[in-house]
Structure formats: structure tokens, C-alpha cells
């Protein structure tokens, strides 16, 4: 059974950065795509960025150019470096991973960013 465990939350200011990790056990991570999704109070959760295994990524235009998303299949882990951060990236940030026939779901971080 795939799991995952996100770490890296927290609170920062305007203008500031996070990193947050996702650590997979129990499958074939280095055939999973893996995404950062994202759900905020009274919103429905949206995907923010997304790796394929071979390492394609997409990008939610609301963080295009301030988000990296990267895996590092040595480490079965994928990140997500969130630089410039607005008050609107406020959420609970979850990852997930498809390997084609099912989802998974970590039981997310939330991420607040004071204005």
C-alpha cells in the first residue's frame, strides 16, 4: 500500500519561501506521476504542480514562475519549492500519486502566509 507523509508546512510572510517534501513507501514511485495539490477554506482542491516519471512538469498558471515541483527517485520524495509567496497561497497543500490505476493521498500541510 502507497503512502505518503508531507512535511514542511508552516507560516511565513509575504514574499517569502517555503519547501515542502512528500515522502513515498510501500510502491513503485519511480513509475508514479506525482503532484502538489492545494485546498483553501470554502474552495474546492486544485492542482498546483505536477512530475511525470520522466520528469515533465506542469504548472498552475497562479504559480507559474514562483513554484518548482522536482522528484529525486533515489529518495522516493518529491518537492515543492515555493518562492514569493502570497496570502492567497494560503491552503492545506497535499500530494498525490497516480500510478495509472489508483490515487493517492497524503494527509497534507498547511501552509499560511500572513499579508
Known amino acids: 500500500q502507497t503512502q505518503l507523509v508531507e512535511s514542511g508546512g508552516g507560516l511565513v510572510q509575504r514574499g517569502g519561501s517555503l519547501r515542502l517534501s512528500c515522502a513515498c513507501s510501500g510502491g513503485a514511485f519511480r513509475f508514479y506521476t506525482m503532484g502538489w495539490y492545494r485546498q483553501a477554506p470554502g474552495k474546492q482542491r486544485e492542482l498546483v504542480a505536477s512530475v511525470t516519471p520522466g520528469s515533465t512538469t506542469t504548472y498552475a498558471d497562479s504559480v507559474k514562475g514562483r513554484f518548482t515541483i522536482s522528484r529525486d527517485n533515489a529518495k522516493n520524495t518529491i518537492y515543492l519549492q515555493m518562492n514569493s509567496l502570497k496570502p492567497e497561497d494560503t491552503a492545506v497543500y497535499y500530494c498525490?500519486?497516480?500510478?495509472?490505476?489508483?490515487?493517492?493521498w497524503g494527509q497534507g500541510t498547511q501552509v499560511t502566509v500572513s499579508s
Open positions: 498525490n500519486a497516480d500510478d495509472g490505476l489508483g490515487r493517492y
